[in-house]
């Protein structure tokens, strides 16, 4: 059984042609299957090694210029030994593996089409989950209650959806917030519902009424966050992906840090026992700014690390394809 070797390469590149003569000869000795793959051939390939080739690809080795034969004899040994030493300790296990690779499944097919399409899905689904909550009071308001209370059921799993922290379409105010929040201009939740802030049963169940207008089906501090996730999904993909990762300890500073003063101020605050600070409760302001800041943080954090991986996914499998579909120079 020979172990494989893929050499990334284009027209009228004279290292290139050094390359592969010398593959060429390194065959001789070391008994490996030989792919050339013309990158201008395909889009992901072209953009990955566009100024890199010629590239040299062996099992877990990567030899990029600049390079020799004498280099190349020692990764091409390596490599054989190394796919030697895992033959033997797999036995019939590797020689399926190995089948495997001359095949494109249907499980890699599909993992190449996510690889290009993520940011796509992963928008699509951020927008739906932001936006179906404000479809409960648009039904509500429509007279359509029974379109309306399944949202709300599915959102009340994750989120306390409690009226005071939430926000209202279609009534006088566009939030109901408690008395000890102290928001100047705003009637409070306990005047405008008749139900005591302190009740916090009934103010999750309450979805509103004609004059109140109807509350969004999760909370303030979740719209803000969601809606700002999906802001950076789109920005990024404006950008065409280029962001690099916001910093881990930028993240705990700015998306972590206001949220977790906010949020647990306010809930130590309002523990019977607590005595430490006096009882606050925040505002829809602060739930929004700080929401904001940690979903906009986070998704900064985390988009560019997937994008990382799924270029890396995107890379392996269109390396595959190339191989098996005829994208490539030569076959030897």
Not at 52 to 78: C, M, N, Q
Not at 100 to 113: A, F, M, P, V
Not at 277 to 296: A, N
Not at 314 to 331: D, F, H, P, S
Request: charged share 25%; hydrophobic share 40%.
């Amino acid at each position: 059984m020979n172990f494989d070797v893929t050499l990334y390469t284009r027209k009228n590149c004279s290292l290139c042609d050094v390359a592969e003569a010398d593959l060429e000869e390194l065959r001789k000795e070391f008994k490996f299957n030989l792919s050339i793959v013309d990158v201008d051939e395909d889009p992901d390939l072209q953009s990955a090694y566009d100024k890199r080739v010629p590239v040299i690809v062996t099992g877990s080795y990567t030899i990029e210029p600049p390079f020799d034969k004498k280099t190349l004899h020692w990764k091409l040994s390596a490599a054989r030994d190394s796919f030697n030493q895992r033959a033997e300790d797999g036995g019939e296990s590797f020689s399926k593996k190995q089948k495997k690779r001359t095949t494109l499944r249907k499980g890699e097919r599909l993992s190449y089409w996510i690889s290009k399409k993520y940011l796509l899905i992963m928008n699509v689904l951020v927008f739906l989950y932001v936006g179906l909550p404000f479809m409960a009071p648009v039904f509500m308001n429509a007279g359509l209650p029974w379109a309306a209370k399944p949202i709300y059921s599915v959102y009340s799993v994750a989120c306390h959806q409690l009226s005071f922290r939430s926000w209202f379409l279609f009534g006088d105010q566009v939030a109901y917030p408690r008395s000890a929040a102290e928001v100047e201009g705003l009637v409070t939740f306990q005047e405008a519902s008749g139900i005591t802030e302190n009740e916090l049963l009934p103010a999750r169940r309450f979805v509103g009424n004609e004059e109140m207008g109807y509350k969004v089906a999760y909370c303030e501090r979740d719209v803000a966050i969601y809606a700002a996730m999906l802001g950076f999904g789109l920005l990024f993909a404006v950008t065409k992906r280029k962001i690099p990762p916001l910093p881990w300890y930028l993240w705990v500073l700015i998306g972590w840090g206001p949220i977790g003063l906010d949020g647990f101020s306010q809930l130590l605050s309002q523990l019977p026992s607590w005595t430490l600070w006096t009882y606050r409760e925040s505002t829809p302001f602060l739930r929004t700014l700080t929401g904001s800041l940690f979903g906009f943080t986070t998704a900064w954090f985390g988009y560019p690390l997937l994008q990382e991986t799924m270029d890396e996914t995107r890379l392996a499998i269109a390396g595959k394809i190339a191989r098996l579909e005829g994208r490539i120079a030569k076959r030897k």
